[in-house]
């Protein structure tokens, strides 16, 4: 999956890839999901920004899904979410990756009291009386 890098992104990762002689932009944007996945703290906020030509990398398989996952649950595209993802991660912050846990309460397992009596309820017809009724 190909991705186009804003212009200030590819240039902080352009500076990052320089300083540690990397020969593709791809091979350091793929570097930078690791760290941003798996919760590495590379201390690269403070490295030179520079311009690039080409601000198109390659995700590794490795990432594609989870990017695009991370994109869909904010509604964004791909290209966006992997924008976010480093640039957020190049200023120093932290970003939870990982899939978004369902917000389902939990349970209380003790019976609640009733405050207020049931209210009553028709009696519902069954079996033979159904049918008989049904043939009126």
Do not use: C
């Not at 695009?68 to 966006?80: C, L, W």
């Amino acid at each position: 999956m190909q991705v186009r890098l804003a212009d200030q992104v590819a240039s902080k990762v352009e500076g990052v890839r320089l300083s540690l002689n990397y020969s593709k932009l791809s091979d350091t944007v793929n570097l930078l999901l690791d760290a941003i996945r798996h919760q590495w703290h590379l201390k690269l906020s403070s490295l030179p920004q520079t311009g690039t030509i080409n601000p198109k990398v390659r995700l590794n398989e490795r990432h594609q899904a989870w990017v695009s996952q991370y994109a869909t649950e904010r509604g964004i595209s791909v290209a966006s979410a992997t924008n976010l993802l480093i640039s957020e991660y190049l200023a120093g912050n932290t970003i939870n990756v990982l899939p978004q846990a369902s917000k389902n309460p939990v349970e209380n397992l003790t019976p609640t009291p009733q405050l207020s009596p049931p209210e009553p309820t028709t009696e519902k017809l069954k079996g033979q009386t159904l049918i008989r009724n049904l043939k009126l």
